[in-house]
């Protein structure tokens, strides 16, 4: 008999090629099941609720495996913490119900992005952490651009092309900016019941051009629109962006 678990996992994602395991480079997925299958005495696969890219962080990525019955939770969360890397941190290890799948579950992710925009966004001590742009932001214009995108919308603009998925559509329930403290520049929260692949770089990175006063206002909901004659701006750097939690319904909790 196993049971399941849910791993809130904090992470660096600098040293990472993303969360998902790869043939070649170093993945989250890959330490984290490492761990667990020491512990365990066999193969365990953990599952996310958002497959990070190269470089991005988390401070809160829902994780869900199964262990055999003799774990509980505080010990799992003592010895996982004892064996992960020094970049790789286990905040909380909850028991849950079974049949919980951390993505399959979820009913909303939580994204962050950092931007500084004052001189010092480039010290080695931040600019790791955050998009190190070092020039001012018209905060009311990325306002308008937020507003745009709340509710749902068809995001295939906001996507990879290549992306597998069956439809594009998402539901953003919440999308705003905000000062950082001491003046270090702007933060950016989403959440949504799904996110595409670089949606959220993709959204910041546009965004960042209106209010840099590159494109116009009018492009966001041109592009929410699905204006043919119309591109998104690059992404946003991953350094900046960070998972921060993922929702559940209280029956997945034990």
Same mark, same amino acid.
């Given at each position: ?25 170093r993945t989250v ?6 761990? *667990? ?14 497959? /990070? ?21 505080? !010990? ?22 079974? #049949?919980?799948? =951390? ?15 004052? !001189?010092?966004?480039?010290? !080695? ?10 020039? @001012? ?7 308008? =651009? ?14 990879v092309r290549s992306? !597998? ?8 329930? /919440? ?5 950082? @403290? ?23 990175? /546009? ?5 840099? #006063?590159?494109? =116009? *206002? ?10 043919? #004659? ?6 946003a750097p991953a ?5 921060? =939690?993922?929702?559940?319904? @209280?029956?997945?909790?034990?």
């Amino acid at each position: 008999m196993a049971r399941t678990f849910l791993v809130t996992l904090h992470y660096d994602g600098g040293g990472f090629a993303g969360w998902q395991r790869q043939a070649e480079g170093r993945t989250v997925q890959a330490v984290v099941e490492a761990a *667990l299958e020491r512990l365990a005495g066999l193969a365990v696969r953990a599952h996310a609720a958002g497959r /990070t890219d190269a470089g991005v962080h988390a401070v809160g990525m829902a994780v869900s495996c199964s262990m055999p019955e003799r774990w509980t939770d505080a !010990p799992l969360h003592r010895a996982l913490n004892a064996l992960l890397p020094a970049d790789c941190w286990a905040e909380s290890v909850r028991e849950m119900r079974p #049949g919980f799948h =951390a993505r399959t579950s979820a009913t909303g992710r939580r994204y962050r992005y950092l931007i500084g925009t004052d !001189p010092a966004a480039s010290s !080695p001590f931040r600019r790791r952490y955050e998009w190190a742009l070092g020039q @001012p932001l018209d905060r009311d214009a990325l306002e308008a =651009a937020s507003d745009a995108i709340l509710a749902e919308h068809d995001f295939h603009a906001f996507s990879v092309r290549s992306s !597998p998925r069956a439809h594009k559509r998402c539901r953003i329930r /919440t999308a705003r900016w905000s000062r950082r @403290p001491e003046n270090q520049g702007l933060r950016f929260d989403v959440v949504a019941d799904r996110f595409l692949h670089h949606m959220v770089r993709m959204l910041v990175g /546009t965004m960042v051009d209106i209010g840099l #006063g590159r494109r =116009a *206002l009018s492009d966001m909901a041109r592009l929410v629109a699905l204006d043919p #004659g119309l591109t998104t701006s690059p992404p946003a750097p991953a350094r900046g962006l960070y998972f921060v =939690a993922a929702d559940y319904p @209280p029956e997945c909790f034990a």
